[in-house]
């Protein structure tokens, strides 16, 4: 039977797709392939045959080869080796959901199209939901190390600006105070756990919250030693701990499903609110026992 001549709108459309799923199926393909988890690489190399089966679909009725996007394939690619295969493979479903590909329309010519779009909103997530890694199950720890890093050390930071006024001391003060702040949070971690049973997940808990913690002190202590004025250097750590939420916010809603505005809100005005109150403290600190460096 001959097949009925798509409109240029639909072709365009399926070409576009043709491009996404190809380009898709072999970025899979390479992260199946040096996934060592057999079970992360059977579960990739499962949603890489989809991608190119839904190809050859796409091209039953284009009638064309389309070549894939050799940038997006480098680009998530080394995504999800860097930042892991979640936040990649997540991030590269997003990209792909933004693209301008309207099964709903292509349906109304081609009926199958309906029926791979929800694949590729069902099937598609309910594999990427079985790719285990072990830096998500820390989550929780990671937030912890952050959290308090951020609120505490920034507001160490705020207080000791103005109530010595000297770079140098505030830094040396701010490292004290996040390695010690580290090595807390990571014991009371370790203990948490234990006491819960959890013994194996104790110890990498304990690491991940010290890690995180650690991160986050570097990033607010750095500008003490690069800037003169302690004022600026205060500022700069606002931002740097502004820039940490916003990375780590969007991290964790890619890599999660949960919504970004609302972490990256909370977080922020917790610092801020510890940080003005911790400035407050400070100045009637300098004040009282007219401290002069």
Do not use: C
């Not at 064309?64 to 690619?77: D, G, H, N």
């Not at 830096?135 to 600006?161: F, H, P, Q, R």
């Not at 510890?274 to 009637?284: A, E, K, P, R, T």
């Amino acid at each position: 039977m001959e097949r009925k001549s798509l409109s240029p709108e639909t072709r365009k459309q399926l070409i576009i797709a043709q491009r996404n799923e190809i380009t898709e199926y072999h970025i899979y393909s390479q992260l199946a392939q040096k996934t060592k988890d057999p079970e992360n690489a059977e579960t990739l190399q499962k949603i890489a045959e989809d991608e190119l089966r839904h190809y050859h679909i796409w091209k039953k009725y284009t009638d064309r080869e389309v070549e894939p996007s050799q940038w997006e394939i480098s680009k998530f690619y080394w995504i999800a080796r860097l930042f892991g295969l979640t936040f990649g493979v997540k991030l590269m479903e997003k990209a792909e959901n933004s693209a301008k590909v309207n099964y709903a329309e292509i349906g109304q010519e081609i009926p199958e199209a309906t029926k791979i779009g929800q694949e590729e909103t069902e099937h598609e997530n309910q594999l990427i939901a079985m790719i285990k890694e072990e830096k998500l199950e820390y989550i929780g720890s990671i937030v912890l190390g952050l959290n308090d890093a951020l609120v505490e050390i920034l507001g160490t930071l705020a207080g000791l600006t103005f109530a010595l006024q000297n770079t140098t001391l505030v830094a040396l003060a701010g490292i004290i105070a996040g390695i010690s702040g580290a090595l807390s949070m990571s014991s009371s971690e370790y203990l948490s756990h234990k006491s819960e049973g959890n013994h194996e997940g104790a110890l990498k808990s304990a690491f991940w919250t010290g890690l995180a913690y650690i991160v986050a002190v570097v990033f607010l202590v750095v500008p003490y030693l690069v800037f003169s004025s302690p004022f600026m250097a205060l500022i700069a750590s606002v931002i740097d701990s502004v820039f940490v939420v916003l990375v780590y916010s969007y991290y964790i809603s890619v890599a999660n499903d949960q919504p970004f505005r609302k972490r990256f809100g909370e977080m922020v005005a917790l610092s801020t609110v510890v940080g003005l109150i911790s400035f407050g403290l400070g100045y009637l600190v300098r004040i009282l026992f007219n401290i002069d460096i």
